[in-house]
């Protein structure tokens, strides 16, 4: 995922909405194999899995502010250029 984090710069206000799309979808999956997980397995067995659990669903919070931050920076870089643009020179 860090390397993804690192690509994302080189592309494009949809290729990114694109890229937060499939994570949104992504951490709606995770959660419900999540509560699926905690249904069919033990407490023991839970404890010992959770931290990689979290872990991931932590990466992928990460990955989802990542690519919003970043959509909203060239969102941002487009409309201070379109005022550029249109100012009286």
Known sequence: MATAL???TDL???ELQAKLDVVLKLQDKFELLKNDYYKITKD???AEDESG???LE???QDF???LKTSINKFKYEAESLSMLNNSPA
């Open 64 to 66: 989802e502010v990542c």
């Open 12 to 14: 494009s206000i949809p």
């Open 58 to 60: 932590d990466d992928l």
């Open 53 to 55: 659990l979290n872990s």
């Open 6 to 8: 690192h690509k994302q």
């Open 44 to 46: 023991t067995e839970y």
